[in-house]
């Protein structure tokens, strides 16, 4: 170790002494949180159901947006119902649900003591850089699951929840599909948004230049189109809706390799 005299004294044992300690600190907060959301299954639940709702905040901006270039346009009202087909599959989604939860509330928390474990090791302009790299890695994430929630999420259940292949064919949707499709899009949303982080380490190893990124936007346009359109319901809106942000990551992303190669 090369901060401080007293991290060169530890020992192999006083380190995982100290791991222990910071891991036992995350779970704790950890599990103070997901309690909380257990707790309050009300509140928590109203917030995640809210994107199925037909009068979703989303859809509202939407029509004023539209209203306000002339465009006289409502979406349609819609009704999805949410089904259990196990005895006990409301309680354990319940549970899982609040654990997801509590690891996502006490994620700030936990970056924080990594840093605080990790930083021992590091000179004082590492320490900095990587305080930055994080907390750079952390608002995109947040972003992208600001995204999916806002964005991604209610478009695709709307779509997907009100498509039929024939009249005869009601849809009722499991919870269990309702969450596990509401994650996986969430985890998503949350990795593609640290677009420009990567592209920072690609240009500081020499793997991408500015020059590179801005010869090929054009290309870059089409394939993220063609990503967008797998992830995404195949409609116009929603292919708009998630490419438009994700092109500025593009352009984010080439500005920040034109730092890295100053």
Known sequence: MRSSKNDELLTFGGHLEVLRRMLFRVIAMAGAIACGVFCFKDVTWNILMAPSEWDFCTYRWLETCMRAVGIGFRFEEFHVQMIATDLSSQFMMHLTTAVYLGLLGASPYILYELFRFISPALYENERRYSALVVGIIYVLFVLGVLMSYFVLFPIAFRFLGTYSVSAKVVSNITIDSYVATFVSLTLVMGVVFQLPVVAFFLGKM?????????????????????????????????????????????????????????
């Open 206 to 262: 020499g793997i991408v230049t500015s020059d590179m990124l801005t010869r090929y936007r054009r290309h870059s346009l089409i394939a993220i189109m063609l990503v967008t359109a797998v992830i995404t319901p195949p409609d116009v809106m929603t292919l708009v809706l998630v490419t438009i942000p994700l092109y500025l990551l593009y352009e984010v992303s080439i500005h920040v390799v034109r730092r890295v190669e100053r």
